[in-house]
């Protein structure tokens, strides 16, 4: 039983590490575009011209 006095806290503080982390990916922008994702996988702006 005395592990729990370390284990609740530790969870706890990774809990609110996560969801910290989570509100700081919404503020940041991460999430809003997410049908540009998809067609960026296929443009093909990278492969070089074959004029040959």
Aim: without cysteine.
């Amino acid at each position: 039983m005395d592990v729990l006095v370390f284990l609740i806290p530790i969870a706890l503080f990774l809990g609110a590490l996560g969801l910290i982390a989570f509100l700081w990916s919404l503020k940041s922008g991460q999430y809003d575009d997410l049908e540009g994702a998809k067609w960026r996988i296929l443009d093909d702006d990278d492969l070089p011209d074959r004029d040959a």
